[in-house]
């Protein structure tokens, strides 16, 4: 991986491919590789065309860990999508995130949206407005003393990823207690560019794609049949639909 720095932290990113730039943003515990590369999004989006870029978010795989929660606000995030973007020396790039990443993507509309050609919010529907991410309860389970401590169901999932994906758990927890930010309905309205809201069917921590595409301007919503949020992201129907909708003029 190449790496910049911004905001005093080395951000670690991929860079692969020709052709026009598609930001790609993960989600929470996640990483570049398990979020785009190991579910085939690198490879489908270079046959498409495409010049494939994803960082690791700040506190997340090989970029720098931070343990202060007011370092993971989502619009310190959303910044470091834009210097990737200046150090790139790239004006203009569709950007596709996935839950904690489709929040950045958000923010990232709303306040460099000089930078952006259409986005993508996969994972992540009307909770952008009504829900702050994310329960905080999962920072309690990454720091608990062992897994076995744990017994909060969804605690328990993020803690045995985070455990697979061998991550920071202390910056994790400053992560989820830094980054739970909404965006008001006003603030959604003034996402002009064209969006895709993609949620699965099965999806209980997103909320409605169907609702949050009635306050943005030029949004549209897609049903990922039969996924929950963690199986979404590598879905077929979701693939074909971003193609789809990246390729568009």
Not at 86 to 112: K, N, P, Q
Not at 151 to 164: C, K, N, S, V
Not at 173 to 188: F, P
Request: charged share 20%; with cysteine.
């Amino acid at each position: 991986m190449q790496r910049f720095t911004h905001d005093g932290v080395e951000i670690a990113f991929r860079d692969e491919g020709e052709g026009e730039p598609v930001v790609l943003v993960h989600g929470f515990a996640s990483t570049a590789q398990v979020n785009w590369v190991g579910p085939g999004w690198f490879s489908s989006l270079k046959k498409a065309g495409r010049r494939v870029i994803a960082l690791d978010n700040r506190g997340h795989g090989a970029s720098s860990k931070l343990y202060e929660p007011a370092l993971y606000h989502s619009s310190r995030m959303a910044g470091d999508v834009r210097a990737l973007l200046d150090h790139l020396g790239l004006a203009l790039a569709d950007v596709m995130g996935y839950s904690m990443g489709a929040r950045i993507t958000a923010f990232f509309a709303l306040e460099h949206g000089d930078r952006l050609r259409r986005a993508i919010f996969g994972g992540l529907g009307i909770r952008l407005v009504d829900a702050a991410g994310l329960p905080e309860s999962i920072a309690e389970a990454l720091e608990a003393p062992s897994l076995a401590m744990v017994h909060d169901p969804t605690g328990r999932t993020f803690r045995l990823f985070a455990e697979q994906t061998k991550s920071d758990r202390k910056a994790l927890a400053a992560c989820i207690r830094g980054s739970r930010q909404t965006l008001t309905v006003e603030q959604v309205a003034q996402i002009r560019q064209p969006v895709l809201v993609a949620v699965g069917t099965r999806d209980v921590v997103a909320g409605s794609a169907h609702e949050l595409v009635t306050f943005l301007p030029n949004g549209r919503a897609l049903d990922i049949p039969g996924r929950d949020h963690m199986l979404s992201v590598g879905d077929r129907v979701f693939k074909q639909a971003v193609l789809q909708f990246l390729a568009e003029a």
